[in-house]
């Protein structure tokens, strides 16, 4: 890597988070040793860039730096287009089109030299089980999430037990081939997740403000903790 490039990534970096970043997370993510970013830092620091830090306890970057637009290297390039390959196969039509007009910026904007890489980038994202009813509850799921309005689902688990349920929609979580609602379930007192192609009818209902316990953040935390168990039960609606 040329040592322009890693003074760039090493930037990017430090500009993604808001916490210290140790030389060694660097020089692992880099793949170089710590002694070239120590280099690294007190270059970008006699350049002018605002690193605050110092060695063996961590850099950080100050939040008004910034850097102009620069250009995509051809990595960049693939993984934006298979990203955008996956939205357009995988998520509801609006997002569909959202991906293909922001890779059609993306494209636009780049040099001649490598508006080709973004048709031949040979990654792929197919969905042969496409249903047109699920992607569009899967578009009504999402702005509820945004507008903060609690739903009542009809849903059938596994078994094909059905029930009612009145919930808080959180996140929505893809994971290859099926996407889950993550959402407070007010019958349980709990997180729970829904698939999304068993839950058979929805309505859309009063909004609901954050409550302790019972965000998004708390939902993520629930996960950590169901995984770290050593042999977590299976979690149903």
């Known amino acids: 890597m040329r040592r322009a490039d890693r003074l760039f990534k ?14 060694r997370e660097l020089a692992e993510a880099l793949e170089v040793s710590e002694r070239t970013i120590y280099r690294d830092i007190a270059h970008l620091v006699d350049s002018g860039t605002p690193i605050r830090g110092e060695a063996g306890v ?5 939040r008004t730096f910034d850097l102009p637009p620069l250009m995509f290297d051809e990595q960049e390039i693939e993984a934006l287009v298979l990203g955008a390959r996956i939205v357009r196969s995988w998520s509801d039509p609006a997002l569909a089109v959202a991906a293909e007009d922001a890779l059609a910026k993306v494209q636009s904007a780049l040099p001649e030299a490598l508006k080709e890489r973004i048709d031949s980038t040979p990654l792929f994202a197919f969905n042969f089980r496409r249903r047109a009813g699920e992607m569009e509850a899967l578009a009504d799921i999402r702005r509820s999430i945004h507008r903060r309005r609690r739903l009542r689902l009809d849903y ?15 996140g929505l979580f893809y994971w290859g081939v099926t996407w889950t609602l993550g959402a407070w379930c007010e019958l349980r007192t709990d997180f729970r997740s829904f698939r999304i192609d068993r839950i058979r009818d929805f309505e859309t209902l009063e909004p609901f403000a954050d409550e302790a316990g019972k965000t998004l953040a708390d939902l993520f935390r629930h996960y950590e903790a169901e995984v770290s168990r050593p042999d977590p039960p299976p979690q149903r609606g």
Not at 10 to 23: E, N
Not at 58 to 62: I, N
Not at 156 to 170: C, F, I, K
Request: aromatic content about 2%; overall charge positive.
């Open 10 to 23: 090493i930037i990017q970096r430090l500009r993604r988070r808001s916490t210290v970043t140790t030389a």
């Open 58 to 62: 961590g850099y950080l970057l100050e």
């Open 156 to 170: 059938e688990d596994g078994e094909g037990a059905a029930s009612q349920r009145t919930v808080r929609p959180l």
